[in-house]
């Protein structure tokens, strides 16, 4: 099997998910409100650590009651949960940073499977991902992927980024670029269409 990213479908896919993952007014955003009570979204939500799970299907798959393109335009193959136990999570999760799966569909009407993880900074509106090349010997391609709406991310953007990972300094110094992409900041923010990310299919970072 091809790594995850190296075609244009899954590069598609991801893009699309941190789309909207970004979009708190989307569907991610009513899953992650309908874990909390009211009281407890009165406080904000984001300022906490959530565990996203992002499935790239395979790109012939059907399904009974909605088209694939529905699907992914809609975020319906994103899902959001609370994180229960840390101990979980490989990665420290600062504030404003949430913990990634990515699970790839085998083949057509199979399973999926582990196939990435990594961290969603919201600031920046983007996802550091390890690609797992080889899962028994814990070997991994680092990628970056920025939010595709966004053209002019800072010149500096990076290194904020590292330097937030490092715990050099905290999330409040880091660019707030996501409020030019989450309708809830953005009300003349559109969601693109899935059809509208793949005509501007962009690649991903190397780290």
Sequence with gaps: MRILGANAFDQCVLNMALIHVCNQEGYIGQQLYALYNAEEIAIDLWSRSHWF?????????????????????????????????????????????????????????????????????RPLAAIKLDIIDDIDNATYQPVLIKHPVMRDYPANWEQKLWQYLNQ???SDAL??????????HNRDYRSPTWSEVRLAATGFVGV
């Design 53 to 121: 799970n992002i499935y790239v299907p395979h790109p012939a798959q059907e399904f009974e009651e909605i088209s694939l393109e529905q699907g992914l335009t809609r975020g319906y193959n994103v899902e959001v949960k609370a994180i229960g136990d840390l101990s979980q999570i490989p990665y420290p999760l600062l504030k404003e940073a949430h913990f990634v799966t990515v699970l790839k569909q085998k083949g057509l009407n199979q399973n999926y499977h582990l196939a990435a993880t990594g961290i969603f900074i």
């Design 175 to 184: 660019p707030d670029l996501v409020k030019y992409v989450d309708q809830a």
């Design 168 to 170: 050099e300094i905290r």
